[in-house]
């Protein structure tokens, strides 16, 4: 974006203050390490700034990332140890082209890309959540030869009907699920299970890169200043370091590093230990399960673990499209009016990361505090995480949120993708969000358009 046009559009948008005028960085949200690219593999793309062998170590930890594990014994060394139970048998299953999941939308389709979290009142050792002893963390619906599969969930929704101010109606769908097929009968009568989506994968080593002091200063878990906000850190248990930690990855931001994030997916999703989590998720009643065969102890070693996570880390943010069109530009005011960016905190700027100079220093744009809020009933798993509770979700980046439905052919949102639009995740906004939605929903038409049309952009 040219500077020199930057004060006319925002006099065509009427609605951008001296103070917070769009600067031509917003463009680039991921600051030095974005791309120009709207095709469907706009989320798979390599850092722009990421050169020579580090460049060539990212597509080592690609081909990784989409390969499929195998069942142990097997010939191809290194790579088996499959399950004994599971829910995909690579990352890429559920981060299709490093994008979003979904929910199943179509008769007999599996919810591949949609997990379900278990655990019952308490808490373990570390203060997180306590595993279901029948089923265990996670609802493992596929297995190995020989070994039962934990069940199923049956999804259903029921229709919610409203209307904007003026007048126009809408209507939200909300998700039931059915435990069904279980193999070992009836798991703890307080069962408490969360639905969720796999998230986009872009800008994560910018993520964290974010001082945890800087997300310490956004939290404010008092509302001191009184604007119904109060986003708290949660404080989570990092196994590498024996420490509490700030989390930062996942709906519940339960994760204190992408390391952690990305080896507790290998054990959870996939079935495969590692140094930091060493056993298989096998509760005591499933024998056959314990007595699977297994692909080494551990099933996958520290290299393959790193060089996934640098892949993980290098993935970079497409840049915005439009983002000079002046509807985008009173869309964006309309997104701070609202109050959008209370929570959605447009700006961050990166610390120095000792192993990746090209995620030091870097003014980055992913709309959100990475904090939690409570986001009311209606959005509520009834289930904590940490210090997170039922009703508090991370919020959520929405960098490269204008390019899933190119790349993942599909526009469900929010944390198990009931929303079936933008519009939708909007009007499913309680608690902390309640007020933002409302704003949303007595906006002209015209405006709630512009707004929506910002997203798009980013």
Known sequence: MRRALIPLLCLLASGCGDDDAPTPEEA?????????????????????????ERRDAFFVGNALFNRNWVTAPASTEGLDGLGPTFNASSCAACHFKDGRGKPPTEPGEKPLSLLFRLSIPGVDEHGGPLADPVYGGQLQPLSI??????????????????????????????????????????????????????????GLGLLEAIPDAALEKLADPEDRDGDGISGRVNHVWDVKAGAVRVGRFGWKANQPSLSQQNTSAFRGDIGITSALFPDEDCPSVQTACQQAPKGGTPEVDEQKLEQVTFYSRMLAVPARRDADVPDVLRGRGLFREVGCATCHVPRHETGTVDDAPELSGQIIFPYTDLLLHDMGEALSDHRPDFEATGNEWRTPPLWGIGLVKTVNRHTRFLHDGRARSLEEAILWHGGEGEKARERFRNLSATERAQLLRFLESL
Request: aromatic content about 8%; cysteine-free.
């Open 145 to 202: 030869l020989g070994v039962p599969a934990e069940g199923q969930m049956a999804l259903s929704y029921n229709t919610h009907e409203g209307q904007y101010a003026d007048g126009t109606p809408w209507s939200l769908e909300e998700p039931h699920y059915t435990l069904e097929n279980l193999a070992f009968g009836a798991p703890h009568p307080e069962l408490m299970v969360s639905p969720r989506v796999a998230p986009v994968m872009i």
């Open 28 to 52: 680039l949200p991921g600051g030095e390490t974005t791309v120009h690219d709207t095709t469907r593999n706009a989320f798979t793309l390599v850092a722009r700034n990421l050169q020579g």
